[in-house]
């Protein structure tokens, strides 16, 4: 990739072999509402669907106008990774921004990432630095969900758990618990 | 099925045969999604230098014709179909249980093995066609002809039935447990491509091994299914796993270590020399029926107090390959001396037409936790 944010190598490495550790760490905050969530997510996705990711992940719950929930649900469905262009078509809804959207994206669609500060801050400590913003930017939620790609690609098999957990939510699941370490 | 195909050409030509195989096995392309089938190599982690063995030191082949002689080459041959072949198989095995998961997660992630797997198989292909010019492409050619519900694959384990949910999580469990041996043990491979072919699939194993041993820890916390069925289907796959290893004395291990084309499990880590190069397969098998007690030990931890735990059946018991074939072993390694003959202690510890009766009930019911304990 030519494009290819520029990983601090050595730390790069140092997180790798530390990844199963850290994602159990950033697991245990989250094991039972996560691991409930992945196996009652169904179709069809019901409006309620949205609070229990919410309620997991201690976010604030968007105020939804009438058929503006149903909507936002029905586009983030139609999306397949890791194209996310039709996320600045949502309407704007108050306390709907990036990280809480990718947490619906991330149950709806497992390889999308979860987007959070903690992330950010992982990328950063890695030598790529990533904006945590609130706004639906495609660009940089495209910028991120490609630094997790690499991430994905690079990591050495033996620094990978076996678990019944995408390998998006084991990187980024490390990575946010990494980020989080002062 | 008549089989029309010509020899594959190019790669491409083979592409076009494995379209083929989807449309016979009845999956459907749609399904992948963004999964992608490409070859992947993971150079950045393989050593450079021959590992073990004869030419340890040397560096690694990256051409076939670094490759020291034919016989070398031969078994380079044999093990990449073997292996490939164990891929597609799989995929034939469980097609049918997409139409019966219990979740939608579930479902997706038998899509997801399904698709990996594939990639595995198309993997071993691109080796074969790349590398092992006419031999390689009758070998790829034939992976795609041999047939799980035929009863043709290479090697047990891949001809068994996997009839229903909970075979799926007991194989991948335990089978697929033993895939990772193996790509482990190619993974220190003298011969560059096939070791840095193993890291990828390695990484794609380890959500396949997540899901069965979740899985078996949610149906054992449920507690719908009985125990006693869970026991005999361990019964049933456990030994075909131990097969897997292949024979104890066996030459052709022996041979591949000589010259340094298959590992120890463990090579990275085990300083001490081999011993005896006759015992390799025990040797690995043992590692693995550790590794495999200590998962049960875990499911184990789910299971209600009082009732009996679920055990790795012995070494010795139910064998269809090496010197204890034939023999009268109980689960727990004993001989056997019981009243009335083998074949019935046999029909009681493996699977009986009853379970598969009580398990269509448990299916109609809440037979597995939404999540592990
Ligand atoms: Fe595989
Ligand atoms: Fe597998």
Not at chain 1, 1 to 15: N, T
Request: hydrophobic letters at 40%; aromatic letters at 12%.
């Amino acid at each position: 990739m030519d494009d290819a944010p520029g990983f601090d190598e050595a730390a790069l490495h140092a997180f790798f072999e530390r990844v199963p550790v850290l994602f159990r760490k950033a697991q245990a905050t989250v094991h039972e509402p996560y691991q409930f969530l992945l196996y009652h997510v169904e179709h069809p996705l019901a409006e309620s669907t949205t609070d229990a990711i919410e309620s997991g992940f201690g976010l604030a719950h968007p105020m939804w106008n009438p058929g503006s929930r149903r909507s936002a649900i029905e586009l983030l469905d139609h999306l397949r990774y890791p194209d996310i262009g039709a996320i600045a078509d949502l309407r704007s809804i108050a306390g709907m921004n990036l990280s809480v959207l990718s947490h619906y994206l991330h149950f709806f669609h497992h390889a999308y990432p979860i987007y959070d500060k903690a992330s950010c801050k992982g990328l950063e400590k890695l030598g790529v630095p990533m904006p945590y913003t609130l706004v639906r930017d495609r660009d940089i939620y495209g910028l991120y969900i490609r630094a997790i790609e690499e991430l994905k690609e690079r990591i050495p098999f033996w620094c990978v758990p076996e678990t019944n957990v995408y390998l998006t939510r084991i990187v980024q699941g490390a990575l946010a618990a990494y980020g989080a370490e002062a | 099925m008549a089989v029309t195909a010509s020899l594959p050409s190019t790669f491409d030509d083979w592409i076009g045969q494995f379209g083929d195989w989807q449309r016979k096995v009845g999956f459907d392309t749609a399904w992948l999604g963004d999964y992608k089938f490409e070859a992947k190599y993971d150079f950045e982690n393989v050593k450079p230098t021959i590992e073990f063995g004869d030419y340890a030191g040397k560096p690694k082949w990256e051409r076939p014709l670094q490759i020291p002689h034919q016989n070398i080459r031969d078994a380079l041959l044999h093990l990449i179909t073997v292996q490939g072949d164990t891929e597609f198989a799989s995929v034939e095995q469980q097609r049918h249980l997409l139409t019966s998961a219990p979740t939608e997660y579930d479902r997706k992630s038998a899509l997801r093995i399904m698709a990996e797997e594939q990639r595995h198989g198309w993997q071993m292909c691109h080796l074969l066609m790349t590398y092992f010019g006419k031999e390689g492409a009758i070998e790829a050619k034939k992976l795609l002809e041999r047939n799980a519900n035929d009863g043709n694959r290479l090697l047990g384990s891949f001809n068994e039935p996997t009839k229903n949910w909970l075979d799926f999580f007991v194989f991948t469990q335990f089978v697929d447990r033993d895939g990772k041996y193996q790509l482990k043990m190619l993974s220190h491979s003298a011969f560059k491509p096939l070791a840095a072919s193993m890291g990828p699939m390695l990484k794609e194993e380890s959500f396949h091994l997540g899901t069965g041993s979740n899985g078996l820890r949610r149906i054992v916390k449920q507690d719908t299914i009985p125990l006693p069925v869970l026991q005999r289907a361990f019964n049933r796959w456990i030994p075909t796993a131990f097969d897997l290893f292949g024979k104890d004395g066996s030459t052709s291990s022996e041979w591949a270590y000589v010259w340094g084309i298959k590992g120890r499990y463990d090579e990275d880590t085990n300083t001490s020399p081999v011993t005896d190069k006759r015992m390799l397969n025990a040797y690995n098998r043992d590692l693995y029926r550790q590794e495999i007690v200590r998962e049960v030990e875990i499911i184990n931890k789910s299971v209600a107090p009082g009732k009996p735990k679920l055990i790795v059946p012995d070494g010795k018991f139910h064998r269809a390959i090496g010197e204890h074939v034939g023999q009268e072993w109980t689960v727990d390694g004993q001989p056997w001396k019981g009243k009335g003959s083998y074949a019935d202690y046999l029909g009681s510890v493996l699977p009986t037409k009853e379970d598969d009766a009580v398990l269509a009930e448990c299916f109609k019911q809440e037979w597995i936790a939404a999540k592990a304990a």
